[in-house]
């Protein structure tokens, strides 16, 4: 700009500018100056045109028949994104749902260089909302299409209902006045929210983040507690739900681990045979308490399973054993009883089996030292002769260990899915769409 | 650089063009509305005192759109029954002019385009859709805008309107249309919506309390 050019005329600063109720003459705050469509006179509660500098009135009211007051007081100033924004206007809304009214808080948040967004508090649920600036995609064969998508995200539909505006305070950047009526529409993509919301003029979208509570007391320096959260929330985050996939994953990756484990012990196991005899129930000798000690045997190396086999050729018949192995250096002993028993003939179906001629136990961890078995047989009274062999191996795979600890695995990730999939049904019972009538709409 | 530089025919004032396709201009002393004829400026007309506005740009508000750089240099102010709006008229450096509009601090920038088959006002309806440059557009919202007054230089004659019909088109991407009735003929604006910090602005308004 050279020297001599007559200077720009600035317009004058605005900034928060002070005027009277045309009503009641109470002071009215006009912090959104040329931005704010309405103000509320906080003392008589008319309704005020903020565009014309005589703040004409737009709705007056015989009495005041309801009052509220903001969580957040206006004027607060927050950070939200990274931006400063003034708490500037506050309504409550409410729907009626079989009878019952449910009421919620909107706040106008305001910004001279970005604008107005809002928060809207249900029961202690927060959403940090603005206005959408690219149009979402429904299905418009549809009066209310079933999903929406926003940016690439499917949002299912929650909830259609027609909500009236039951009280106002301080400015809103549109026409508002107590008994407005809108249909609101939600479909949830938790943790957002995306609204359509429908008036006999325009048809507005919003999408919404849901924020707990003590984030926005921390945003606004808000004393005391922000109230509690009662219920689950249309598109509230379910606690869970991000951890689902990393513990089933976990799961899968300790699955995979054993898995290796019991290759590695399967490949590795020496199965080093230690003891191997036969022994025969001759008939006639007593059916049980003749008990008896094998000859001892040596546990090599280092602690290990040991498996101890039975096999005895019983044909329609059975044998029953009560082992202890007993170390003979400490006396300690693991007691244990296996059947041998094998049944099979003919019927109408053909041929039939049942049981087997062999059976075999593991002993886990069994440390080294010198052994014995102390066997006390038991067979039917009317036994034939009956031959049985007892063979000992160390180092054995024990496979049952890894399906326990799979079986263990498995407990996490279910539980925390089965909490997910009670909060998922939680949320939608307070929807359009109660869980019960999606199952039966999906069976049609 | 060479501007084109005249008086105001009303005072006398120098009155400089930033741009050399601009038509019309405003007097900053005398607020008189000035057209470039062959010869010389004529004044049309005189802006009544525009009404405080909060937009927290003004001319000579400078910014980057799609790695270009631009000035504002000019201004349509409209009003409607929901409040008002800017059209702030941007010149672009590459010698092009642009707008940016911003609506309760909703920011857009377009320029003119060519569309076939235009609908005349009378056949709006909110939800038509429309194909231009392959991509579809939906009409959200029909606004009766009453022209309330003008800033530095612009495109075109403008100052002798009164109510204005626009109507505005969004997409699913930020793609933004709008169809402009200020003259007999439609005019469409393709533009999109661009959030404040990308546009980088500099030389904004200072607001007493925020930065």
């Known amino acids: 700009m050279s020297v001599g050019q007559p200077p720009l005329q600035l317009p004058p600063k605005p900034a928060v500018k002070a005027l009277n109720c045309p009503k009641c ?53 927050g950070k939200i994104r990274g931006t400063d924004y003034d708490v500037i206007g506050f309504q409550r809304r409410s729907i009626k749902v ?8 909107e706040y106008v948040l305001f910004n001279p260089y970005k604008g107005f967004r809002y928060l809207t508090e249900y029961q202690g649920h927060w959403n940090d909302v603005a206005i959408c600036k690219e149009q979402p995609i429904v299905d418009t064969r549809f009066r209310i299409s079933l999903e929406a998508n926003y940016l690439g995200e499917e949002y299912k539909h929650f909830q259609t209902a027609d909500a009236t505006t039951d009280f106002v305070l301080g400015e809103f950047p549109w026409e508002v006045r107590v008994g407005e009526q809108a249909t609101l529409t939600d479909y949830v993509h938790p943790p957002r929210v995306l609204s359509r919301e429908k008036t006999s003029a325009e048809i507005t979208w919003s999408i919404g983040e849901y924020l707990p509570g003590k984030d926005i007391w921390s945003t606004f320096h808000l004393a005391g507690d922000p109230p509690e959260a009662i219920g689950i929330y249309e598109n509230q985050p379910c606690p869970v739900s991000a951890n689902i996939k990393t513990l089933w994953m976990t799961f899968v990756g300790f699955a995979v681990v054993l898995c290796v484990l019991m290759i590695a012990f399967e490949v590795h196991a020496k199965r080093e045979p230690v003891f191997h005899t036969s022994y025969q129930m001759n008939p006639g000798m007593p059916a049980g308490e003749a008990s008896f000690v094998t000859e001892p045997f040596e546990l090599t190396g280092r602690t290990s399973s040991v498996e101890i086999s039975t096999s005895a050729a019983v044909q329609n018949n059975w044998i029953y054993l009560n082992y202890a192995l007993i170390n003979q250096d400490t006396g300690e002993a693991w007691d244990f009883g296996r059947e041998v028993s094998f049944y099979s003939g003919y019927d109408s179906d053909g041929s039939w089996s049942e049981g087997a001629q062999s059976d075999s136990v593991v002993v886990p961890s069994v440390p080294a030292g010198h052994y014995y078995l102390r066997i006390e047989p038991e067979v039917d009274r009317n036994h034939p002769r009956i031959v ?7 180092d054995v795979p024990v496979l049952g260990f890894y399906g326990i600890g799979f079986l263990a695995l498995l407990i996490p990730p279910i539980l925390l899915t089965w909490r997910s999939l009670s909060f998922e049904r939680a949320r939608w019972a307070e929807s359009d769409h109660p869980p019960s009538a999606i199952l039966k709409t999906e069976s049609d | 650089m060479t501007r084109p530089v005249s008086n105001c025919p009303n005072c006398g004032a120098k009155v400089m063009f930033q741009w050399s396709s601009s038509v019309q201009t405003v007097c900053e002393y005398c607020k008189s509305i000035l057209v470039r004829t062959d010869i010389d400026l004529k004044k049309v007309g005189q802006v009544a005192d525009l009404p405080p506005d909060t937009s927290p740009i003004q001319l000579n508000t400078e910014g980057i759109f799609r790695d270009r750089s631009f000035v504002v240099i000019g201004r349509i102010l409209y009003q409607y029954d929901q409040g008002g709006w800017n059209e702030w008229h941007l010149m672009m450096n590459d010698g092009k002019s642009a707008w940016l509009s911003d609506a309760q601090e909703e920011y857009t920038v377009s320029s003119l385009a060519c569309g076939p088959n235009l609908p005349s006002a009378a056949q709006l309806q909110v939800g038509q859709q429309f194909k231009w440059n392959g991509d579809l557009y939906s009409l959200s919202v029909i606004t ?29 991407s930020r793609k933004f249309a709008t169809l402009d009735y200020s003259d007999a003929d439609p005019v469409l604006y393709l533009g999109e919506f661009v959030e404040f910090e990308d546009l980088k602005l500099k030389n904004l308004r200072q607001f007493e309390g925020w930065s």
């Open chain 1, 388 to 394: 049985y062999t007892v063979e000992v191996k160390r």
């Open chain 1, 25 to 77: 003459g109470a002071s009215i705050t006009l912090r959104a100056l040329g931005q704010a469509v309405a103000v509320v006179c906080t003392s008589c509660h008319s309704i005020l045109d903020a565009k014309d500098p005589h703040l004409q009135i737009i709705q007056t009211f015989e009495r005041i028949t309801s009052t509220d007051a903001p969580l957040i007081p206006l004027g607060t100033r």
């Open chain 1, 98 to 105: 079989e009878g019952i009214r449910y009421a919620w808080h």
């Open chain 2, 144 to 172: 009766k805008a009453h022209y309330r007054g003008v800033q530095g230089e612009l495109p075109f004659q403008y100052w002798d309107k009164s109510d204005v019909t626009f109507a505005d088109f969004r997409t699913p």
